[in-house]
């Protein structure tokens, strides 16, 4: 089984920062495009940031200039440096990770989840 799990979720003020961070731990073989994902009450999850192995980055244009996703291919995790925060990103951020197990499956898992609230 893999797992993914997320922390640094938060409330924070408009135009502060945040950076989450999602661990993945298990019968890892190797991982493949890890993102973020987002979804508001009301709206469906979308997808804000992805990264491949290498390290190629991908944004959705509401966030370019203002979020940064890393990955640290050692320690299976990813980040997403949030800055210039909005109230329209209050959300709950999602971890995805498409992984090959060492049972030789491969498969997306999701981590539980994480709160952002941007708010005065």
């Known amino acids: 089984q893999v797992q993914l799990v997320e922390s640094g979720g938060g409330l924070v003020q408009p135009g502060g920062s945040l950076t989450l961070s999602c661990a993945a731990s298990?019968?890892?073989?190797?991982?493949?495009?890890m993102g973020w994902y987002r979804q508001a009450p009301g709206n469906q999850r979308e997808l804000v940031a992805h990264?491949?192995?290498?390290?190629?980055?991908t944004y959705i244009d509401s966030v370019k200039g203002r979020f940064t996703i890393a990955r640290d291919n050692a320690k299976n995790t990813v980040y997403l440096e949030m800055n210039s925060l909005k109230p329209e990103d209050t959300a709950v951020y999602y971890c995805?990770?498409?992984?090959?197990?060492?049972?030789?499956?491969?498969?997306?898992?999701w981590g539980q989840g994480t709160q952002v609230t941007v708010s005065s």
């Open positions: 995805n990770a498409d992984v090959s197990t060492r049972l030789g499956s491969r498969g997306a898992y």
């Open positions: 298990g019968s890892i073989f190797s991982i493949n495009v």
């Open positions: 990264i491949t192995t290498g390290g190629t980055p």
